[in-house]
């Protein structure tokens, strides 16, 4: 039988997350023939309305058999006709990769780029729009993730509708660390995962799809060019009782557990935020450097490795010596960055302090002095 090599390592990084024991067994259920057994079919869409519910919406959600990126290229893929124009609003790595798979399925991005260290101003943003406002959809991303930027999407997409633009969001990794409320933020098209705050294992993502949303794609004069990222091809499932493709059953049960498991945590919020926050004030009481101006999200925390050691050394060392993965980051910030991902099963308290506490070590072991402990600090703005 297969065993990771870091089956014994805590896994603190922001996606995937650890998973909770009842997910994992969860998974090993018995499992029928998804296709034929018409109780798959209520189970599937028992699990959708759930995870509408827990969006704060009526609108449709659909499960699709692929991990995140699936759902963000299934958005643009049923959304993008030849031709078409597209805002891409760009202020991280995952916001301007948007522009890529409008591009892949014939449209015309127009990518608005700000400051990657401050979330999208409104504002600006609204100063922008009054001039420029051709676009079908617009693309935002929640939190981008290689460094922990949080955008204010509860009030970009209101301001995106005003002008008449459909809204696409991935909160991938913010959804359930932070608010979404897909109604009242009025998003027509919501990306998520399974593996981020969600807490349950890479290989599901899922889409929240309004009736714009659904009104578009029932207008377009060519047709999807995409089978497997075609949300279309999910219309009247439940009536047919037939999927497009087959589900991938052992999965959907493990997100459902998880999802079961957000449902009845009462705080999973204000957890977050309160982990968000003492993990943030004991980065900067130790005089390390947050990487961010503004915009921090409460999944993730992100430093600039100072200039004494590396990225490697750090993550090397709190992995043989502490048991601890955290993660570097990628693209421009390869090397420049360490990030500490508590979203989901990892934002709890014994978790976060013992990294901390392993993270006083690390730096101690490296030579890089702290102006304060990083784990008393944490515990202290904890209570
Ligand atoms: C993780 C993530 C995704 C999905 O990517 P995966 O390849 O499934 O990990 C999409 N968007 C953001 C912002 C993410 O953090």
């Known amino acids: 039988m297969f065993q990771p090599e870091e089956l014994k390592i805590k896994i603190m990084t922001p996606g995937p997350t650890q998973v909770a024991e009842n997910v994992r067994m969860a998974r090993s259920l018995a499992c029928t023939n998804p296709d034929l057994d018409e109780s798959f079919v209520e189970f599937y869409k028992e699990t959708c309305e759930l995870i509408s519910s827990l969006l704060y919406t009526k609108n449709e959600t659909l499960i699709l058999g692929g991990e995140g990126i699936l759902g963000l290229e299934a958005a643009c893929a049923s959304l993008t006709e030849p031709g078409d124009n597209v805002l891409v609003l760009d202020n991280g790595v995952y916001g301007k990769g948007f522009a890529d798979f409008v591009t892949m399925y014939g449209g015309v991005p127009a990518l608005y780029t700000v400051d990657d260290k401050h979330p999208i101003d409104p504002e600006a943003l609204e100063a922008y729009l009054e001039a420029h406002h051709d676009f079908k959809y617009a693309t935002v991303v929640h939190c981008d993730t290689p460094s922990g930027m949080l955008n204010d999407i509860g009030s970009i997409c209101p301001l995106l509708k005003k002008y008449g633009i459909l809204t696409v969001v991935d909160s991938v990794s913010a959804m359930f660390g932070e608010e979404v409320r897909v109604d009242d933020f009025?998003?027509?098209?919501?990306?998520?995962?399974?593996?981020?705050?969600?807490?349950?294992?890479?290989?599901?993502?899922?889409?929240?799809?309004?009736?714009?949303?659904?009104?578009?794609?029932?207008?377009?004069?060519?047709?999807?060019?995409?089978?497997?990222?075609?949300?279309?091809?999910?219309?009247?499932?439940?009536?047919?009782?037939?999927?497009?493709?087959?589900?991938?059953?052992?999965?959907?049960?493990?997100?459902?557990?998880?999802?079961?498991?957000?449902?009845?945590?009462?705080?999973?919020?204000?957890?977050?935020?309160?982990?968000?926050?003492?993990?943030?004030?004991?980065?900067?009481?130790?005089?390390?450097?947050?990487?961010?101006?503004?915009?921090?999200?409460?999944?993730?925390?992100?430093?600039?490795?100072?200039?004494?050691?590396?990225?490697?050394?750090?993550?090397?060392t709190m992995k043989k010596e502490h048991q601890i993965m955290l993660a570097g980051s990628f693209d421009a910030l390869a090397g420049q960055v360490i990030r500490i991902g508590h979203m989901g099963t990892n934002a709890n308290e014994a978790d976060m302090t013992q990294t901390m506490r392993a993270l006083d070590q690390t730096f101690a072991k490296l030579g890089v002095p702290l102006h304060a402990s990083l784990g008393q600090v944490f515990e202290e703005a904890l209570t």
């Not at 047709?223 to 999965?251: C, H, Q, R, V």
């Open 186 to 316: 009025q998003i027509d098209l919501l990306c998520g995962g399974s593996q981020k705050a969600v807490s349950a294992p890479p290989g599901l993502t899922f889409v929240v799809v309004s009736e714009a949303a659904k009104k578009a794609m029932a207008d377009r004069k060519t047709p999807i060019a995409s089978f497997y990222a075609n949300l279309k091809t999910f219309e009247g499932y439940y009536e047919a009782k037939w999927f497009p493709y087959t589900m991938p059953i052992s999965d959907i049960y493990g997100l459902r557990a998880a999802f079961d498991n957000i449902a009845a945590d009462e705080n999973m919020l204000s957890r977050h935020a309160r982990i968000g926050n003492a993990c943030r004030k004991a980065i900067v009481r130790a005089g390390l450097k947050l990487h961010l101006e503004a915009g921090f999200s409460n999944t993730v925390t992100v430093f600039d490795v100072p200039e004494e050691t590396t990225a490697k050394a750090i993550l090397d």
